[in-house]
């Protein structure tokens, strides 16, 4: 009983915690996407998004290789917010904040 009540106390705990935490990723995550730059290069955002602890899915099943497409996302946040990163070469042309 002792360890059945001692479990409802951490997960009581972790249930008012996690959402704090959840939302100071989405800030985070939403500050990250004002910082980007236009015309910033794409060796600048996967340094500054390793800085920040933000996860960058680049989508590499695009056929022109000039244009391409990111998504950047916190690691322990379940909402479906993400920053969405096009940039062409090089170079970051434009970021966004959208719900997937």
């Known amino acids: 009983m002792k360890i059945f009540v001692n479990l409802l106390q951490i997960m009581l705990i972790a249930g008012m915690v996690y959402p704090v935490y959840a939302m100071w990723n989405n800030d985070q ?53 993400s920053c969405q990163i096009s940039g062409m070469g090089n170079r970051v042309a434009s970021a966004k904040m959208a719900a997937k």
């Not at 600048?44 to 056929?63: E, F, G, P, R, T």
């Open 29 to 81: 995550l939403s500050n990250f996407c004002v910082e980007l730059k236009s015309n910033m290069t794409k060796q600048n955002l996967l340094d500054m998004a390793d800085q920040k602890n933000i996860k960058i899915n680049l989508d590499l099943d695009n056929i022109d290789e000039l244009k391409w497409q990111a998504s950047a996302s916190v690691p322990a946040s379940f909402s479906s917010y």
